[in-house]
């Protein structure tokens, strides 16, 4: 079974708007949960990550992801979108001794 | 900090021939990984080394995948009798410990077209 599930393939949000990428994951204890950022011919780049502590956890570019344990929920946010924030996205989580991806959201930012 | 290299970014082969890719990881990281990931997909773990010290292998990786890290440092993938389902992009990544909660750095992949 997958451990982190991204029920949008893909997210179209104005440029200048708030933009919500959402993810959900498996309960397994205490969850480890990463996002990382993928732009054409480029490799994955890691964002940000939830260990434990504040349920707000502030990344790279601007991102940040809210933890939210009774939704099993770990959505990315961004308060106002750049056309450049257009790439596809990759939540995952950490399981034994490796993290495990979901399938991906396609962010396009129109100008 | 020169990241995570892979060599070749691109290989072009035919059916049934045989490929090896090489990942460099950065340089005090001991856990190595390769994942693939096809169009589509996310990218889906194939196997890892911590050290010289391969410590597991998915079911996805068949016989005809081996992978090597014999000095601990810079590691191989190897693909036997390539097959067209084996197209897809050949991800390589390390993290400084193995611990659930480090993230691990990717370099930019080896795009594998089987012709």
């Known amino acids: 079974a997958q451990s982190v599930a991204q029920p949008e393939d893909q997210v179209n949000v104005a440029e200048g708007n708030p933009l919500t990428v959402k993810c959900t994951y498996s309960v397994s204890g205490n969850p480890y949960l990463f996002w990382y950022v993928q732009y054409p011919n480029r490799g994955l780049q890691f964002l940000l990550k939830?260990?434990?502590?504040?349920?707000l956890v502030k990344g790279s570019y601007g991102f940040e992801a809210e933890f939210n344990k009774s939704q099993t929920s770990f959505h990315l946010k961004k308060p106002s979108a750049l056309v450049s924030d257009s790439a596809l996205y990759f939540c995952?989580?950490?399981?034994?001794?490796?993290?495990?991806f979901g399938k991906g959201t396609r962010l396009h930012i129109l100008p | 900090d020169t990241g995570v290299s892979q060599d070749p970014r691109h290989k072009i082969t035919k059916r049934g021939q045989n490929v090896t890719f090489r990942c460099d990881p950065i340089s005090e990281h001991n856990r190595l990984y390769w994942y693939r990931q096809t169009l589509g997909q996310g990218p889906e773990f194939l196997t890892y080394?911590?050290?010289?010290?391969?410590?597991?292998k998915s079911r996805l990786l068949s016989d005809r995948f081996s992978a090597e890290r014999p000095k601990g440092s810079f590691s191989t993938l190897e693909i036997q009798r390539t097959e067209q389902g084996d197209s897809a992009m050949y991800l390589c990544?390390?993290?400084?410990?193995?611990?659930?909660?480090?993230?691990?750095?990717f370099g930019q992949g080896t795009r594998l077209t089987v012709v």
């Open positions: 995952a989580q950490g399981k034994d001794d490796k993290i495990i």
């Open positions: 990544a390390s993290s400084q410990d193995g611990r659930r909660n480090t993230e691990a750095f």
């Open positions: 939830y260990i434990t502590g504040d349920n």
């Open positions: 080394f911590q050290n010289e010290a391969q410590l597991e």
